[in-house]
C-alpha cells in the first residue's frame, strides 16, 4: 500500500516538474499575434462601437501608444478621441489602404512561425529576456514597428511590397526596398532588442566607430537567431550581388573610414550616412549598398565573437564599451 501511495506521489511530481518546464519553454506555447488591425478596421470604417469597445479595454495599451505616440492625436483620454480617431481614418486613402492590408495578410501564421523560432533561440540563450505580447496595427504610413512595455506591434500597412502603388507616390526606391513582407520579422527583433539594450549617448560613447559597432551587435544577433549566420541577408536585406560587393571591398572602406578620420567622428550626418536607408554613400563613383555602417560593423562583431567563443550572446548585448573591439580591428 505504501509503495503504491510513493509511485502516485512520484508520479504527480514528475508530471508537476515536467509541467514547469514546458511552461519555462517558450517554444511550447509559440507567439499568437493579435489582429488589433482588423479591430481598427471594424471600429473606423465600418463604424463598429463593440470593436471601439474592444480596443479601448482589451487593448488599453496598444490603443494608447497609437493614439498618443504613433498618430499624435493628443490624449487617449480626451472626450472626442474615439470620434477624432474615426474621422482620421475616414480619409480615402487610408481606407484603401486597410482594406489592401486586410487582402494581403489574411494569413500571418509564417510570421508567428518564424518569430517563435526567434524569440526559442534567443531565450535559450538569455533565459530572463521578457517576450512581448505582439499584434499587428495600421499606423497610416508611420512607424514601422513599435515597442512598448511588454508589447511589440507590426505595422502591416508599412510592408506591403517594394511596388505597392502608394509607396511609390511617396517614397524613394531605396527607402521601399525595406518595406516588404520579408522584412517583417528581421525589423521586429532589431526593434526589440535596440529597446531592450538601447545605446549609451553618454559623453565618449557616441562616436560613428561605437554607432556601428553598436547596430552591428544588434543586426549581428537578430542574422544569428534567425539564419544562424551574420552575411546581412536577413537583417539588412542584402542581395547576394551586395554581399558579394561588400565582401570584395570591405578593407578599402574601413581604409577610407581612417583616411578620412571618421572612426573617433560625431558629426550626425556623416553617421547618418553610414546608418540610414536613405541616403547612400559614393564609392569610387558608385553607390554603396544602404546600411554599409552597420554591415560593417556586424563584420567585426563576427570577427570578434569568433575569436572569443566564450563570449555568449547575453555578454555581447550588455557589452557598452567597444574598445577592445576596435582595438582588434586595428
Given amino acids: 500500500m505504501y509503495r503504491l501511495i510513493f509511485i502516485l506521489l512520484s508520479i504527480i511530481v514528475f508530471s508537476a516538474c515536467r509541467s514547469d518546464k514546458q511552461k519555462d519553454d517558450f517554444s511550447f506555447s509559440g507567439i499568437k499575434i493579435a489582429r488589433y488591425d482588423r479591430l481598427q478596421y471594424e471600429a473606423t470604417v465600418q463604424n463598429s462601437f463593440f470593436s471601439l469597445q474592444r480596443m479601448n479595454t482589451e487593448f488599453s495599451q496598444e490603443t494608447r501608444l497609437l493614439i498618443e505616440e504613433v498618430l499624435d492625436l493628443g490624449s487617449v483620454d480626451m472626450v472626442d478621441m474615439n470620434d477624432r480617431l474615426c474621422a482620421y481614418f475616414s480619409d480615402s486613402i487610408l481606407v484603401h489602404l486597410m482594406e489592401d492590408v ?6 500571418v501564421s509564417s510570421f508567428e512561425q518564424r518569430l517563435t523560432q526567434g524569440f526559442s533561440n534567443l531565450k535559450k ?22 515597442v512598448g512595455d511588454s508589447i511589440l ?10 511596388d505597392y502603388p502608394l509607396y511609390q507616390k511617396y517614397y ?5 526596398r525595406s518595406m516588404s513582407p520579408e522584412y517583417i520579422v528581421p525589423d521586429c527583433f532589431t526593434f526589440y532588442l535596440l529597446g531592450q539594450y538601447p545605446f549609451l549617448w553618454q559623453e565618449g560613447h557616441r562616436s560613428l566607430m561605437d554607432i556601428l559597432l553598436y547596430r552591428g551587435k544588434i543586426a549581428w544577433v537578430v542574422e544569428t537567431i534567425l539564419e544562424g549566420n551574420g552575411s546581412g541577408k536577413t537583417a539588412l536585406g542584402y542581395s547576394k550581388e551586395e554581399i558579394k560587393w561588400c565582401e570584395q571591398h570591405e578593407k578599402e572602406l574601413w581604409e577610407e573610414i581612417r583616411q578620412n578620420h571618421y572612426m573617433g567622428t560625431t558629426d550626425p550626418m556623416i553617421i547618418r550616412s553610414y546608418v540610414s536607408s536613405n541616403t547612400r554613400l559614393l564609392f569610387n563613383g558608385e553607390k554603396t549598398p544602404p546600411f554599409l555602417g552597420i ?8 570577427r570578434y565573437m ?5 563570449m555568449t550572446l547575453k555578454s555581447l548585448l550588455e557589452c557598452t564599451d567597444y574598445s577592445g573591439m576596435i582595438k582588434e580591428l586595428n
Fill in 295 to 302: 554591415w560593417l560593423g556586424m563584420k567585426v562583431i563576427e
Fill in 153 to 162: 506591434g507590426i505595422s502591416l500597412d508599412k510592408y506591403m511590397g517594394s
Fill in 102 to 107: 486586410g487582402e494581403k495578410f489574411k494569413d
Fill in 125 to 146: 540563450e538569455i533565459h530572463e529576456l521578457p517576450v512581448p505580447q505582439i499584434y499587428t496595427q495600421i499606423s497610416a504610413l508611420n512607424q514601422s514597428v513599435v
Fill in 306 to 310: 569568433k575569436n572569443h567563443p566564450e
Fill in 172 to 176: 524613394y526606391a531605396n527607402q521601399r
